[in-house]
């Protein structure tokens, strides 16, 4: 089940399941960001196509209505690892279309997904020790200004935090009210069927339930859900919200133009104030699952739940009775040198986006914008993505998967903790960082 507090009240279908076989321009499989803004741009390059998508529960069901609602200049890779991989040109290209990329998707929400809550409120980084500081200092450049601990109060309060590392590109919103906003958009100029599971069977086929559904063109948008397990794993991205804070509480906490926040850990964490005033936080830590198997174990580890309840607690002791109403949790999809799929077959009609990491929100949009000019033979900019066709190199075979993975995450958490006993950068680190390839 989607659990998220997101969800509540869209658990349930709203649109028809299959009940008769189709021929279609374009079948589009999977109902989350990816599928829907592929259908999105497509209509928007070629309104008279036949296109019609398929979800096998919910619109939403995924990542794309579970996740911390974070719209960032985010890629998956850092910047300097970009440029050292790829060139400067080609980092200049992926950063500036994920900048444009979010105001595109605030011009949408603003008009079809007012629910969502889309605020451009920026992005702070905090440091609570002098390793993270060290760290964060290290990433100031035009775009991220360090703001000392009287600058970093005026945009909220952490508690022993001395200072934090400030992005304006970055807007939060609430992620279900985006894909609901998106699907009643979409409505009426494509055909959008719940309930409906897809298998590719042949070129241009698909079985959808007991159906058979003729296009020629197929897009799969099912992300992690997808059966490609050395291609890309799962790792899993937890969640907890609390019960709406009152106005009392948020001016203790400041955060009035609702930047989204994170302390600067080598476990990734984030954070935002939901356009309903809660706190949602959430955090890796999480085991990768053997065999790169979805686990809703997993998924809903108590152990994670509560030291992201602790790792909030201590941002914000004096908020004693904040009370956490929700925890949830999803998998992101990871390729072995975290870049992003967007890979079209001209032959075959058939494409294929995902391999996100953590930062969908944008990517999706982003992602799906470059399939479809690769499809329709477009001329945007975005064409030129240097992810476009390009394949990563497979994970390792089970079970050094399992092992090295695991590994990794249990040392990002230790050191962390180094860092919090000893104030220094942790040795540990060292020798982590080049081992994630990001
Ligand atoms: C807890 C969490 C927090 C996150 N936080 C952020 C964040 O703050 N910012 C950010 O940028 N990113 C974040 N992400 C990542 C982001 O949510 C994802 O990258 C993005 O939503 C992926 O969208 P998608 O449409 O590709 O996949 P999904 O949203 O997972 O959609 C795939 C859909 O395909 C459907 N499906 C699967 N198989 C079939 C089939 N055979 N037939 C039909 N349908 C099928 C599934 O039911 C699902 O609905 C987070 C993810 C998680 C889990």
Redesign the pocket.
């Known amino acids: 089940m989607n659990k998220?507090l997101w969800a509540e009240g869209f658990t349930q279908q709203q649109f028809p399941t299959i009940t008769e076989n189709l021929d279609c321009d374009v079948a589009i499989?999977?109902?989350?960001?990816?599928?829907?803004?592929s259908a999105f741009h497509l209509h928007q390059a070629k309104p008279e196509l036949k296109i019609a998508l398929?979800?096998?529960?919910?619109?939403?069901?995924?990542?794309?209505?579970?996740?911390?609602?974070?719209?960032?200049a985010?890629y998956p890779v850092y910047r300097s690892t970009l440029e050292k991989r790829h060139g400067k040109k080609v980092a200049d290209l992926v950063f500036a279309s994920l900048k444009k990329s979010i105001d595109e998707i605030g011009s949408f929400a603003t008009r079809h997904a007012p629910s969502a809550g889309f605020v451009k409120g920026g992005t702070v980084m905090f440091a609570r020790n002098k390793a993270q500081e060290i760290r964060l200092k290290a990433g100031v450049d035009e775009e991220h200004q360090w703001l000392n601990r009287e600058e970093l109060n005026e945009v909220i309060r952490i508690a022993g935090a001395r200072g934090g590392l400030h992005n304006a590109h970055c807007a939060?919103a609430n992620?279900m009210q985006l894909?609901q906003g998106l699907a009643k958009y979409l409505s009426g100029k494509i055909a959008i069927y719940e309930g409906?599971?897809?298998?590719e069977i042949a070129p241009h086929m698909l079985a959808?339930n007991s159906c058979v559904v003729k296009a020629s063109i197929v897009i799969n948008?099912?992300?992690?859900?997808?059966n490609a397990p050395r291609e890309q794993i799962p790792l899993?991205?937890?969640?907890v919200a609390t019960e709406p804070l009152t106005d009392s509480q948020w001016k203790e906490i400041g955060n009035a133009g609702r930047a989204?926040f994170a302390e600067g850990l080598h476990l990734i964490n984030?954070a935002?104030r939901t356009p309903d005033n809660r706190l949602a936080i959430?955090g890796r830590g999480a085991r990768y699952p053997f065999g790169s198997r979805k686990s809703s174990e997993i998924e809903n580890s108590a152990r994670v739940h509560e030291s992201i309840r602790k790792l909030a607690q201590s941002w914000f002791p004096h908020i004693s009775d904040m009370k956490f109403t929700h925890a949830?949790?999803?998998?992101?999809?990871i390729t072995r040198d975290w870049e992003p799929y967007v890979r079209w077959d001209r032959e075959f009609g058939y494409g294929i986006?995902?391999g996100?990491?953590?930062?969908?929100?944008?990517?999706?949009y982003l992602a799906s914008k470059a399939l479809v000019q690769e499809i329709i033979n477009g001329t945007d900019d975005v064409r030129g993505l240097h992810f476009v066709n390009r394949r990563s190199r497979n994970w390792e075979m089970e079970p050094i998967r399992y092992a090295a993975i695991n590994t990794l995450v249990k040392l990002s958490d230790i050191a962390d903790y180094e860092e919090k006993l000893t104030n220094r950068p942790s040795v540990l680190s060292r020798i982590i960082e080049p081992l994630i390839l990001r």
């Not at 899993?236 to 969640?239: A, D, E, I, T």
């Not at 996100?356 to 999706?364: E, K, L």
């Open positions: 998220s499989i999977g109902g989350g960001l990816s599928g829907l803004w398929f979800e096998a529960r919910h619109i939403g069901y995924g990542a794309s209505g579970r996740n911390g609602g974070w719209i960032s985010d939060s992620p894909v409906s599971t897809a298998s959808v948008a099912t992300e992690v859900f997808r899993y991205s937890l969640m989204t984030y935002q959430g949830w949790g999803g998998a992101v999809a986006i995902g996100y990491a953590g930062d969908g929100m944008t990517m999706t």
